[in-house]
Structures are given as C-alpha cells and as structure tokens.
C-alpha cells in the first residue's frame, strides 16, 4: 500500500512558477514508477510527467515539454514537479501516482495509487 499527498499548488499568474510536491508512505517508494496527471474542470485526466524508479528516465506530454521538469528524492519518499512559465490552460487538479511498471507508463490505468490532488490555478 502506497499512500500519496500532493502539496504546492496555488493562485498564479501567468508567466510564474509553483513546484508540487508528492509525499508518499511506505517502504516501496523507490520501487516505483512515479507520474504527475492533471485534470481540467469537464476535461479527461491527462497524463503530464513521469519518471523512472531511478530517476533517471523522465517523459513529458508535449503540452508541457521545456516548461514542467519532474523530478525525485528517494530518500525523502518525494516526487516532485516544477512548473515554469506557466499558462492558463494549465489550470487544473494536479495528482501525483504511482505505478509499479518497469516501462515507461503515460496511461492513467497504468497507475494503481493516487493522491487527492492539489488544485493549480493560473490567471492572465
């Protein structure tokens, strides 16, 4: 059992930046594959970020790509997303997840662990 509590997200205006933050219990936490989803209001969860178990494997929709940098600390059980340059239609609930795949996963159905997300706002 993995539990997830996202943090970090806020009002902001467009241009600026936040970093979210994924706390997760339990020992597996380095077994992991760990992803970033967002979902708009009346939109379908979309995939955002994922890394590897490692770290050293990361993959970015292209809506985000060069903005958002998704990152890991082991040792302090946390996954991270940094967001720069921030747009409106990034607008969203953002959850954090965890997946026990040893591939690279975009699909949320490749996620069996979810946080309660945390909610991004952007102004123009």
């Known amino acids: 059992q993995v539990q997830l509590v996202e943090s970090g997200g806020g009002l902001v205006q467009a241009g600026g930046s936040l970093r979210l933050s994924c706390a997760a219990s339990?020992?597996?936490?380095?077994?992991?594959?760990m992803g970033w989803f967002r979902q708009a209001p009346g939109k379908e969860r979309e995939f955002v970020a994922t890394?590897?178990?490692?770290?050293?494997?990361?993959y970015y929709a292209d809506s985000v790509k060069g903005r958002f940098t998704i990152s890991r600390d082991n040792a302090k059980n946390t996954v991270y997303l940094q967001m720069n340059s921030l747009k409106p239609e990034d607008t969203a609930v953002y959850y954090c997840?965890?997946?026990?795949?040893?591939?690279?996963?975009?699909?949320?159905?490749?996620?069996?662990?979810w946080g309660q997300g945390t909610q991004v706002t952007v102004s123009s």
């Open positions: 997840a965890a997946s026990s795949s040893l591939v690279v996963v975009t699909a949320a159905g490749g996620y069996r662990y």
């Open positions: 890394i590897s178990r490692s770290g050293g494997n990361t």
């Open positions: 339990g020992r597996t936490f380095s077994s992991n594959g």
